[in-house]
């Protein structure tokens, strides 16, 4: 092994293409995989695959999102401690092959260096003879958003990774597992290269089951750990000799029919035991003895999941530790038992789809067979056991409503509401309508009919607001605010089997919509300006022909403003798909799309009352297109969605246009003072053609800084969560004494103790 390293070492690219000869019996001329190559089998792949692979990739990447966010400061006696976590330039994956395919290995290896913000993520995989690499694992891959793949394995890739060669830039720390010759290899370039301390070994999983137990899944769950071998233990540990029996038949049945029998067999020769033992107290002193990384409980009340359904299909990665490790690393545990729904019904169908390129087509098929929790195996003495549930981390009765699996873990969208002096981070008008507005408002309210349900197509507001656009009644559609115009879109233009477009860093609210719609979501990525970048953009379009496509301009939270002839092209390339523009900060930028209207019938803008028409409570929100995408939006809106008081206050506030008109003045010309003003502070800022401003610390952490400011009662939007947009804060413009108590308290925090 030490040879290998040595030769890579010396050699670079002609040692790897040496070695792929000599151990994988393929010749490669090109040692880098182009990333089309990676999108292509994305494309390629059984659709029922492709989704399961998304639904884990979804999965693991809101995991460690959550597990990514900054640690609290801790105080002590006057001294402030904080933690800062500092992502590495570049991070190494290794993702086994030769025995299998491994696109869940790649998904949970790959994703979390991309969420923590490392600079560039290189994936290595060893070759088929030919030189090909799996398309479900370059499918992976192109899920994982990796930026460099190459066509090496074994101690030749880790060499590569750890020294660098002209093809493959050496890394700053190694992540994946591996064979034996591996995970050594890794050990000897420790030092070298960053590696975790825990090297990654054989596969090793303890099933314990009583007759409550689905013998079929309890089966699968020991092959699936057993086709790792070929030096790993698999052990099934019961009370019951009827379990033992019946688990130990399917075993042999799901392992004769195996397209990777002889490794399976392999593992089970070695390591393969079946344990009668007495009592439940004894099967557990059988685990802990062993210690092994995967434990499973097939019991009535087991208080942990199957692995093999937990690792891929709920979030964690999970390269195999060495044996024995867990006496010396925390166990991991998924919080819902296998049979538990609704999360075993999405994890079920994501561990049924890549089962076809990780396991047998007869262990797809059995896990497809596998009890619903409709249909509960009977317990030891013909009871029902009743399997928890939980929601958001919390059990629940098994009579309560199951929610759709893709929804239940997802966190809301929403602003955080702080009781402060100063709140500027949900970019509402720091002025209110004037008293004559709030007047009529008063008369509006008193003559209105209550008793009777409001005009189900707001004629009269929407003439009102097409008469201000120079368009016609047939061309606007009113909602609930902004956010309903998109969920109307997104229903009728999205959904399940079609794919909407987004470029990030912007609007969150976009992807959120268009995933609770059951709408695939394409991510593509501005430039360092944070505009679309054109060429790119219509790649995508291309390729993946989104129903949807979406700009925000202003964009939000950066501020910058697309270009109108960018817009344009995008809505020709992206029809007959719909480009989505969404205006919410419109009135306070020079140009808006509205002016292309005219010319694409595939173009929506959406605008809303609630910035520079200072009516944010008001909740109302309008769509300017198409009559055809005004009347898709009909359709898929709620019956008498708009209230009559709703209705009528925005129909009111157009006749106030001149009002809005110098409030909206006013803001612009406090909003160049504030940025003028942080530009004598240590923060990077951004130019803004909205009502907000984007800056950085410079000298502080974003979240210390944040923190720093509600502590003086000041509130702004934390936004480092975006793509690029690590340590970064956005400030709503508010009024003059509003923005100079933000000021003071930010240079306090900037030039406070460290």
């Known amino acids: 092994m030490r040879s290998i390293l040595a030769r890579v070492r010396a050699g670079g690219d002609d040692a790897l293409r040496e070695l792929t000869a000599r151990f994988d019996g393929a010749r490669i001329d090109e040692i880098a995989v182009p990333l089309a190559e990676a999108a292509a089998a994305l494309d390629r792949i059984d659709p029922e695959l492709r989704e399961a692979l998304s639904q884990a990739a979804r999965r693991i990447r809101r995991f460690h999102e959550h597990q990514s966010e900054p640690a609290q400061p801790f105080s002590s006696e006057g001294i402030t401690v904080t933690l800062r976590r500092i992502p590495v330039e570049r991070a190494g994956v290794y ?156 075993i042999g049945e799901i392992v004769s029919a195996s397209p990777r029998r002889p490794e399976i067999e392999s593992t089970l020769e070695k390591g393969g035991y079946g344990v009668l033992v007495d009592s439940p107290e004894q099967a557990m002193a059988v685990a802990n003895a062993i210690a092994p990384e995967h434990l499973e409980l097939c019991c009535e009340e087991p208080g942990i999941s199957s692995r093999s359904c937990g690792t891929p299909a709920q979030s964690s990665s999970a390269p195999s530790p060495p044996p024995r490790s867990a006496t010396t690393t925390p166990a991991r545990a998924t919080s819902f038992p296998p049979s538990a729904p609704p999360a075993s019904r999405a994890c079920s169908e994501s561990r049924t789809s890549t089962a076809g390129s990780t396991s047998s087509r007869r262990a797809k098929r059995a896990w497809r067979r596998r009890p619903r929790p409709s249909q509960p195996s009977p317990g030891p003495r013909g009871s029902t056991p009743t399997p928890a549930r939980c929601s958001r981390g919390k059990a629940v009765p098994e009579s309560a409503p199951a929610g759709r699996g893709s929804l239940v873990d997802r966190p809301g969208y929403h602003s955080p509401q702080v009781d402060v002096a100063v709140r500027l981070n949900t970019n509402e008008s720091p002025e209110g309508p004037s008293a004559e507005y709030r007047a009529e408002l008063s008369r509006i309210a008193g003559g209105l009919e209550l008793n009777r349900y409001p005009d189900r197509r707001a004629s009269l507001l929407r ?61 593509g990525k501005r430039d360092e300006r944070f505009a679309i970048e054109p060429g790119p953009a219509a790649e995508l379009v291309a390729r993946h022909r989104p129903a949807v496509v979406f700009a925000c301009s202003p964009n939000n939270p950066t501020g910058n403003l697309e270009r109108l002839e960018l817009l344009g092209d995008l809505a020709a390339a992206a029809a007959p798909g719909l480009l989505v523009i969404d205006e919410a900060y419109g009135q306070f930028s020079p140009e808006s799309a509205t002016s292309l209207l005219g010319e694409h019938e595939n173009l929506a803008v959406v605008r809303t009352f609630s910035k520079s028409w200072a009516l944010a409570g008001l909740r109302l929100g309008y769509l300017l297109s198409s009559s055809e995408v005004v009347a898709g939006c009909e359709r898929s809106s709620l019956p008498y969605h708009l209230g009559s008081f709703t209705q009528a206050a925005g129909l009111a506030a157009l006749a106030h246009e001149e009002e809005m008109t110098a409030r909206t003045s006013r803001l612009l010309q406090e909003r160049e003072r504030l940025a003028r003003r942080l530009e004598a502070l240590a923060v990077e800022t951004w130019p803004s053609s909205a009502n907000f401003i984007l800056f950085r610390p410079r000298s502080r952490g974003g979240h210390e800084v944040w923190e720093g400011l509600l502590s003086r009662s000041v509130l702004v939007r934390e936004v480092s969560s975006f793509p690029r947009l690590e340590d970064c804060l956005r400030v709503t413009v508010g009024t003059r004494e509003e923005n100079d108590a933000f000021l003071e308290a930010l240079a306090q925090v900037l030039e406070g103790p460290r």
């Not at 090909?132 to 192109?142: G, K, Q, T």
């Not at 606007?476 to 109307?488: I, K, R, T």
């Not at 794919?499 to 709408?519: C, D, M, N, Q, W």
Request: glycine fraction near 12%; proline fraction near 6%.
């Open 95 to 250: 993702v086994p092959g030769g025995r299998a395919k491994y696109p869940s290995s790649l998904l949970m290896t790959a994703i979390p260096p991309k969420v923590a913000g490392v600079g560039a993520v290189a994936v290595c995989v060893p070759p088929a003879g030919d030189g090909s690499l799996p398309d479900e694992v370059l499918a992976a891959a192109a899920l994982a958003g990796v930026d460099e793949i190459y066509r090496v394995g074994g101690a030749q890739a880790i060499a590569a990774l750890a020294y660098g060669t002209k093809s493959v830039p050496a890394v700053d720390v190694i992540v994946g597992a591996g064979s034996r010759i591996v995970s050594l290899a890794k050990q000897e370039v420790r030092g070298v290269v960053g590696v975790p301390a825990a090297f990654a070994g054989p596969s090793e999983v303890v099933v314990i089951a009583d007759e409550s137990a689905p013998a079929m899944a309890a089966g699968l769950d020991v092959v699936v750990q057993a086709e790792h071998g070929p030096d790993g233990l698999a052990w099934l540990v019961t009370w019951s000799e009827r379990a033992l029996g019946e688990i130990n038949r399917l």
């Open 463 to 523: 003439r009102g607001i097409a008469a201000r656009h120079g368009l016609s009644e047939e061309n606007v559609f009113c909602a609930n605010g902004s956010n309903e115009v998109l969920m109307c879109l997104l229903l009728f233009f999205g959904g399940a089997g079609r794919k909407a477009l987004v470029f990030e860093p912007t609007y969150a609210l976009h992807r959120h919509i268009a995933e609770l719609s059951g709408t695939e979501v394409v991510l």
